[in-house]
């Protein structure tokens, strides 16, 4: 509901740094040392908690125990000093299924996911860069040996183009497709995040009668009338039908209301944990209301 909630669209950028998760597992791979070369990609998701049940092929809780077991460059390029460079592709890891919530599986199978980053190895990358790194588009962090996660697996199928894509499952929509199986800390977050947006939309509903409901070509004007001083009042934006937001003019007095009870607690409760907690490079890229849906349809 708030106006600075917005849906980002994704940037194509490159960032450099050092990866370490804080999940203990056994992994072969020294992930506390090894360089992230991080781009960003469009991925599809079936959107809200009731859409993605309905949609995916499987969802279980499930153990990693072959964290890179093969992978696969989907696209090769030259640098300027005419080097082989990898520049995109995927990786396998090995999943053993603990509890099926929906699907064909049974607990004790081993599915393949194909995840969409691969470590470029030493002498791969072009000239003077050393390895090995972590190629990746995806927002979620790798995953390792020993790892239990909740995932919402789409199936790719048995007639790709792609050969090394048949047969294989992925978490859909990337960040909506795994999540940390939550412990007493994170149920708890999930729960005061839940009810916070309860009493937000309550509160909102109370005082919409007051409120002008402001046609989205009458906007630019709202806004300009309000910056010159000539119209009192604050924009906001709510979800309205069909998904669309609904923009509202509703008074310096209400907006300062939910900004102070609502907005500011529900920001804290976001980032009162790692992003590594939930398995995100980024807080801002991971739906914590959906996983406060989540944890109410599954833990609860």
Same mark, same amino acid.
């Given at each position: 509901?708030?106006?600075?909630?917005?849906?980002?669209?994704?940037?194509?950028?490159?960032?450099?740094?050092?990866?370490?998760?804080?999940?203990?597992?056994?992994?072969?791979?020294?992930?506390?040392?090894?360089?992230?070369?991080?781009?960003?990609?469009?991925?599809?998701?079936?959107?809200?908690?009731?859409?993605?049940?309905?949609?995916?092929?499987?969802?279980?809780?499930?153990?990693?125990?072959?964290?890179?077991?093969?992978?696969?460059?989907?696209?090769?390029?030259?640098?300027?000093?005419?080097?082989?460079?990898?520049? /995109? #592709?995927?990786?396998?890891?090995? $999943?053993?299924?603990?509890?099926?919530?929906? &699907? =064909?599986? %049974?607990?004790?199978? @081993?599915?393949?996911?194909?995840?969409?980053?691969?470590?470029?190895?030493?002498?791969?990358?072009?000239?003077?860069?050393?390895?090995?790194?972590?190629?990746?588009?995806?927002?979620?962090?790798?995953?390792?040996?020993?790892?239990?996660?909740?995932?919402?697996?789409?199936?790719?199928?048995?007639?790709?183009?792609?050969?090394?894509?048949?047969?294989?499952?992925?978490?859909?929509?990337?960040?909506?497709?795994?999540?940390?199986?939550?412990?007493?800390?994170?149920?708890?977050?999930?729960?005061?995040?839940?009810?916070?947006?309860?009493?937000?939309?309550?509160?909102?509903?109370?005082?919409?009668?007051?409120?002008?409901?402001?046609?989205?070509?009458?906007?630019?004007?709202?806004?300009?009338?309000?910056? /010159? #001083?000539?119209?009192?009042?604050? $924009?906001?934006?709510?979800?309205?039908?069909? &998904? =669309?937001? %609904?923009?509202?003019? @509703?008074?310096?007095?209400?907006?300062?209301?939910?900004?102070?009870?609502?907005?500011?607690?529900?920001?804290?409760?976001?980032?009162?944990?790692?992003?590594?907690?939930?398995?995100?490079?980024?807080?801002?890229?991971?739906?914590?209301?959906?996983?406060?849906?989540?944890?109410?349809?599954?833990?609860?």
């Amino acid at each position: 509901m708030k106006s600075y909630h917005l849906l980002c669209g994704i940037l194509c950028i490159i960032v450099f740094a050092l990866f370490a998760c804080t999940q203990h597992t056994d992994s072969g791979i020294d992930w506390g040392e090894i360089e992230v070369v991080h781009g960003s990609a469009d991925f599809v998701g079936h959107g809200s908690l009731p859409n993605i049940i309905r949609n995916v092929a499987l969802i279980v809780e499930g153990e990693i125990v072959n964290e890179m077991s093969k992978r696969h460059i989907a696209l090769t390029s030259q640098d300027n000093y005419g080097n082989s460079i990898l520049i /995109s #592709g995927y990786s396998y890891a090995e $999943l053993k299924i603990l509890k099926v919530f929906k &699907g =064909d599986a %049974e607990e004790g199978d @081993i599915v393949t996911l194909i995840l969409p980053y691969f470590i470029e190895e030493p002498g791969e990358g072009g000239y003077g860069i050393k390895g090995p790194r972590l190629i990746t588009v995806s927002e979620s962090t790798p995953v390792m040996n020993g790892e239990k996660w909740l995932f919402f697996l789409d199936y790719s199928g048995t007639d790709n183009s792609v050969e090394a894509y048949n047969d294989t499952f992925y978490p859909s929509g990337d960040v909506y497709g795994r999540f940390p199986i939550p412990d007493d800390e994170k149920l708890e977050i999930a729960a005061k995040y839940h009810q916070l947006l309860n009493d937000e939309k309550t509160y909102f509903d109370s005082i919409k009668g007051s409120a002008s409901l402001i046609e989205r070509e009458n906007i630019d004007e709202y806004a300009k009338k309000i910056e /010159s #001083g000539e119209l009192s009042g604050i $924009l906001i934006n709510s979800d309205g039908k069909d &998904g =669309d937001f %609904e923009t509202y003019l @509703i008074s310096e007095e209400q907006f300062d209301y939910m900004m102070t009870t609502f907005w500011i607690e529900l920001d804290n409760l976001k980032w009162a944990l790692e992003p590594s907690d939930y398995g995100v490079y980024d807080m801002g890229r991971f739906d914590l209301t959906l996983y406060a849906d989540v944890c109410n349809e599954f833990y609860r």
